[in-house]
């Protein structure tokens, strides 16, 4: 007979077994060369691109992230990037996924590096990317080792749950790349669609009889929950505005974004799966009502584990233990894909230039240095540095480095990679200042929105000075298309600035609609409205390969 505190353990410990089962079985006789290994043989559908899309989008950060950020500073976490990074996938998806196919591209870098005849702006662009990528991973096992830690109250350490699950990790990327963690996440995707939404249902009944009665309780016992800047004051606009603009410049500017593109078998799989992404939102964004119900009933907890802490005091252990087994497989997904594309970027574009090994070899040395990226973010998630949100909001100063390269790439016709090159390396070095915090960030502003406007003044001053017949081959944007890339750019801005004044706007709790606070269903509401847009500017783009 298990004695009570062991069922959590053995229901995710047997997760996780299927888990590394799917894995192998995915990448059995699969993995022939490099290429099957990072990007999947370039062959795959809808249901894995999808899946693999939201499963590195909402990982720790969704399930254990937002509602500790929503425990801990109220009803900023709903308006966050998830609502407009459908439009970038959308607009920016097909581009990276036809310059991969063309150049057969495995790498963010590698696209850079020629892209613009560079092997300097390579070298900086896979340096930055990996720097960028550790931290990620560490918060999938910050993640993991809370579930194994806080469910068996204290038993089994931090580190060993954070060992045991990424060393599942290893194995099955080791084995089956990209593959192997396209059909884990369709596991983990539909897994946590379902008993996730019940264990939210589950909480919120159990203490406040219903959704409304919650946000009334809120609202008449701790209302700065329930508007911006928060109880503490530390949500303010200009962090929350800046915050979000960075995010949405940087969120597909991730290496493992990259490898994503590139594997879908067509640029409309990739515009299919964006179509569906604010819908998805709006499902993980419930999670995050776990951790209002835990503002008037916890004190004193570790943010984090909120929603861990919540589940344990109304749920049996074998759905506890199902819901974390479900929120450590999300870890694990978007762990290995951010692994995965760092051991390819170490292989592919900081060894390979110099040591040009045949395929074969370049694959191991790719399926091995999985291993050691995985050590490295270890070590960093044993550190347990700060909230997962907040370490995550720091990382995406660093990728947000990579967009004005990105533009330059897909936007114009420039040659010369020096002015990308120098603006990427003067951004870097701003954003890492202030992150930090050697200098302290002025207003409270995102280190990557600094580091953005240092990258894009250094690349523009060094354009200026390139010499007149490197400038005249500059073109904003090509006839093809045009009339379609200028309503994405457009919305894709339009949507993000009106952020602002929407959010004064609906910066309060009265009215209530529908049983919730006006700035709770503002948010939603506008989850709905952009996969509106989504799905019209499906139906008219039509079958323009590699156009959005």
Not at 303 to 322: F, H, I, N, Q, S
Not at 501 to 521: A, C, H, K
Request: glycine share 10%.
């Amino acid at each position: 007979m298990l004695n009570h505190w062991t069922i959590v353990p053995v229901v995710v410990l047997l997760f996780l077994g299927v888990n590394l089962a799917i894995g192998l079985l995915a990448g059995r006789g699969q993995v022939k060369s490099t290429a099957d290994h990072v990007v999947g043989g370039r062959n795959l559908g809808f249901l894995l691109v999808f899946f693999m899309s939201i499963g590195e989008i909402y990982s720790s950060v969704a399930f254990l992230g937002q509602p500790g950020w929503a425990y801990e500073h109220g009803v900023q976490i709903l308006a966050n990037v998830g609502i407009f990074i459908g439009l970038m996938a959308f607009w920016l998806g097909p581009k990276i996924w036809a310059s991969g196919r063309e150049r057969g591209y495995l790498t963010q870098a590698q696209l850079f590096g020629d892209r613009f005849q560079s092997p300097s702006l390579r070298a900086v662009a896979s340096v930055t990317g990996i720097v960028a990528m550790v931290p990620y991973i560490s918060i999938q096992m910050i993640g993991a080792g809370y579930v194994f830690n806080i469910t068996t109250g204290g038993r089994i350490p931090f580190w060993v749950g954070a060992l045991l699950a990424f060393s599942v990790v290893g194995a099955y990327v080791y084995a089956g790349g990209l593959r192997a963690i396209s059909w884990v996440a369709v596991l983990k995707g539909c897994f946590m669609a379902g008993v996730g939404c019940y264990v939210v249902y589950r909480v919120v009944h159990h203490f406040y009889g219903g959704v409304p009665q919650m946000f009334h309780e809120i609202a008449l016992r701790s209302p700065a929950n329930l508007t911006i800047p928060g109880p503490k004051g530390f949500a303010t606009f200009t962090f929350h505005t800046t915050s979000l603009l960075n995010s949405l410049v940087a969120f597909y500017m991730w290496p493992h974004m990259f490898a994503n593109f590139y594997g879908a078998r067509e640029p409309r799989v990739i515009q299919r799966q964006a179509m569906l992404i604010p819908l998805y939102n709006i499902i993980t964004l419930s999670f995050t009502l776990v951790g209002f119900a835990g503002i008037l009933v916890l004190h004193g907890i570790r943010p984090d584990t909120v929603m861990v802490e919540m589940l344990l005091r109304v749920a049996p252990l074998w759905l506890v233990g199902l819901f974390c087994a479900g929120a450590l497989s999300a870890s694990m997904v978007t762990g290995g894909a951010c692994a995965l594309a760092a051991a390819a970027t170490i292989g592919n574009d900081l060894l390979q230039p110099r040591l040009n090994w045949p395929d074969r070899r370049l694959k191991k040395a790719i399926q091995l240095l999985v291993f050691i990226v995985v050590g490295a973010a270890y070590v960093i998630a044993l550190m347990q540095p700060a909230l997962i949100v907040y370490i995550i909001l720091m990382a995406y100063a660093f990728t947000a480095q990579m967009f004005p390269a990105a533009m330059a790439a897909f936007y114009t016709n420039l040659k010369s990679g020096t002015p990308v090159l120098y603006g990427l390396l003067a951004g870097f070095v701003t954003a890492l200042i202030f992150v930090l915090h050697i200098v302290t960030p002025p207003y409270n502003i995102h280190p990557g929105i600094l580091g953005l406007a240092v990258n894009v003044t250094v690349l523009l001053a060094a354009l200026w000075r390139l010499p007149r017949a490197a400038v005249s081959r500059i073109s904003r944007i090509k006839e093809k298309a045009h009339t379609n890339r200028l309503l994405f750019a457009a919305g894709c801005v339009l949507l993000a600035l009106a952020n602002w004044p929407l959010l004064t706007l609906s910066n309060r709790i009265e009215p209530f609609i529908l049983g919730l606070p006006f700035f709770v269903f503002v948010m939603l509401a506008l989850n709905l409205l952009v996969g509106v847009l989504l799905f019209v500017a499906y139906q008219v783009t039509g079958r323009s390969p590699g156009e959005p």
